[in-house]
């Protein structure tokens, strides 16, 4: 059991290292934390399936955990994603995801010095579900467009406000710019020209690399 789920999570991080063009010194597995009791005490109010955690040190260095529910990576270790994305494993492929996204995107901005705001990590865990899970299906069907994602991701989505834990605001307004930069990244890959995903690739890559702010400016300027 431990073996697949360190399996999966390798293979998620290297699906986005790979898309992004980036790579971190750590592996997710090594700061995985499955066993909600182990948990601060202020982070097992929250039941949640996924869950980032971010302490500062006062040298300066971060300390970090990922917690993903046990059921989760079980369930997956069954009806494994990488193999075979469908209807069934796909809400545990995007909370498995969702972590993985958090912590690579926390571990590349902090080796280069970068602070991360909350709204950045859940913007970019959005754009990265729809991004990943393309390229994933593309994968195993290379002649079918998977036109469900947007409707699947983004209309039939709900943020919890139990969840949300009083940061809704920010949740929802991460998932309507990522909404409308998927939106705009699908059209253009519907095209299907030649090149098409090259230069998709190009965009996304220099899109992760931006800050927060910056971010925001580039969807509010092109979608």
């Not at 202020?42 to 980032?52: I, K, N, V, Y």
């Not at 300390?63 to 069954?78: I, N």
């Not at 940061?167 to 299907?192: D, G, K, Q, V």
């Not at 996304?204 to 971010?215: C, E, G, M, P, V």
Request: hydrophobic share 40%.
């Amino acid at each position: 059991m431990r073996a697949h789920r360190a399996v999966i999570l390798r293979q998620l991080q290297e699906l986005l290292g790979g898309i992004y063009d980036v790579s971190i010194a750590h592996d997710v597995y090594d700061f995985l934390v499955t066993d909600r009791c182990r948990l601060p005490s202020a982070a097992r109010s929250h039941p949640t399936d996924e869950q980032l955690l971010v302490a500062a040190e006062p040298d300066g260095e971060v300390g970090v955990s990922l917690y993903l529910d046990g059921d989760v990576l079980e369930r997956l270790r069954h009806a494994d994603p990488l193999q075979s994305l469908h209807q069934g494993n796909v809400a545990d492929y995007w909370t498995a995801l969702e972590g993985v996204s958090h912590f690579v995107y926390l571990a590349w901005n902090c080796s280069h010095d970068k602070q991360v705001t909350l709204h950045e990590l859940e913007l970019q865990a959005e754009i990265d579900k729809y991004v990943a899970s393309y390229w994933l299906l593309k994968r195993q069907f290379p002649e079918r467009f998977p036109a469900e994602l947007m409707r699947i991701l983004f209309e039939r989505t709900r943020i919890d406000p139990t969840l949300a834990a009083g940061r809704i605001e920010i949740y929802r307004r991460a998932s309507l710019y990522a909404e409308r930069f998927c939106r705009r990244i699908e059209r253009r890959l519907r095209a299907r020209r030649a090149d098409t995903e090259q230069q998709v690739l190009a965009e996304l890559r220099r899109f992760y690399r931006l800050s927060d702010a910056r971010k925001v400016a580039h969807i509010e300027a092109h979608a």
